[in-house]
């Protein structure tokens, strides 16, 4: 992680959704929200206060609109600690993604759990989740980990409306093709697609649901198409 967002920039940002949400939404009737790049920061014992005031910064300014918002979306990868200096940068290590980033399963939930914390009763989506990897059994361990840790969020009365996977294809990612994210595999000379186990993995299990009491249901939190409950989409694949 680089130097921090700009503030001024992120309050024209705020500025410009807070007039053009309720503008879309009485042209459209469409629910409306916005998607926040989660980084699940966890303060190192003494950088508490550092950590109060990165996390502002990257999520919280973002977050805080969303309370009057028809839905926010998660966006998490990995996780970092912050110590009294600032974001503790990555170090290099075996099981790092091919991004460069810690193997953390977790951070969905401390996404998630975050999120919520900030935004209230807002329904949360998470609009992307996944792992750069050239192992595909790895991607199934990555995932199945963390749509674990996204059902015990749930089980905690979260509401989480849906999952999307990043990516179904293999593509072109922060300026070239090797951190290969995707569920799919893609030939660039052929443009041939294969899928991987992981897409069959994802796919193989129904989406849960919310019983009368709140509590997720079904088996686990993997996908199943837009199946609808009460007239809401529920968990979808990928995107």
Do not use: C
Not at 29 to 42: E, P, R, S
Not at 220 to 239: A, E, I, N, Y
């Amino acid at each position: 992680m680089g130097a921090l967002p700009d503030a001024e920039i992120g309050e024209a940002l705020i500025a410009a959704h807070r007039v053009a949400a309720p503008l879309v939404r009485q042209a459209t009737g469409a629910k409306v929200g916005w998607t926040v790049a989660n980084q699940a920061l966890v303060p190192a014992p003494g950088g508490e206060r550092k950590h109060a005031e990165i996390q502002y910064i990257w999520e919280d300014m973002y977050l805080e609109p969303a309370r009057d918002d028809d839905f926010v979306g998660v966006q998490s990868y990995t996780s970092q600690p912050v110590d009294e200096k600032g974001v503790v940068p990555h170090p290099p290590h075996p099981d790092n993604t091919l991004m460069g980033w810690a193997y953390r399963p977790d951070a969905l939930g401390i996404a998630v759990r975050h999120t919520h914390d900030v935004v209230g009763d807002v329904p949360i989506l998470v609009t992307e989740n996944g792992i750069a990897t050239a192992d595909d059994r790895r991607r199934i361990a990555y995932t199945d980990e963390a749509l674990n840790h996204l059902r015990d969020a749930m089980d905690d009365g979260i509401d989480v409306r849906g999952y999307l996977h990043w990516s179904l294809l293999d593509n072109f990612e922060w300026g070239r093709w090797e951190p290969t994210f995707g569920l799919i595999a893609v030939d660039r000379e052929t443009f041939e697609r294969r899928p991987k186990p992981s897409l069959a993995w994802l796919g193989a299990s129904p989406a849960p649901t919310r019983s009368e009491t709140g509590r997720a249901t079904g088996s686990k939190v993997r996908s199943g198409g837009l199946p609808m409950r009460d007239g809401r989409p529920q968990f979808s694949r990928f995107h």
